[in-house]
């Protein structure tokens, strides 16, 4: 994991449980997610129509599109309906209560 290229996107106690937020690493559009205490990272773009999924609801591990109810899992981020679809998925870490996310 030291390989990777980090970049610092926001601090981690502005992200509660079960909450969904937008972050722009070197203008990357990336979703941030919270479940059971561990972050996820996912293209920010639906891969329907390309709606923001920050604005999705969240139960558990899945998100729902806010357009059309298209619904990604977190842990993968493929399409719950078909697998063959997938949002690109970001390493994150947390590190001294800061959030960091990796494009490589
Ligand atoms: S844009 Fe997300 S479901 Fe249509």
């Known amino acids: ?3 990777k290229d980090w970049i610092y996107v926001m601090d981690d106690s502005r992200l509660p449980e079960g909450a969904i937020a ?8 990336i979703l ?3 479940v059971l205490g561990k972050v996820y990272a996912l293209d920010g773009k639906c891969a329907h129509m390309g709606c ?3 604005c999705s609801s969240i139960s ?11 619904r990604y899992d977190l ?6 309906d078909s697998s063959e679809i997938k ?5 994150v870490k947390a590190e001294n209560g800061r959030l960091f996310v990796s494009l490589t």
């Open 22 to 29: 937008a972050v722009y690493p070197k203008g990357v559009n």
């Open 32 to 34: 941030l997610a919270k």
């Open 60 to 70: 558990g591990h899945i998100i729902t599109c806010p357009c059309h109810d298209w």
């Open 75 to 80: 842990l993968t981020g493929e399409f719950i």
């Open 87 to 91: 949002l690109r998925a970001y390493a």
């Open 52 to 54: 923001p999924l920050f």
């Open 1 to 3: 994991m030291s390989e």
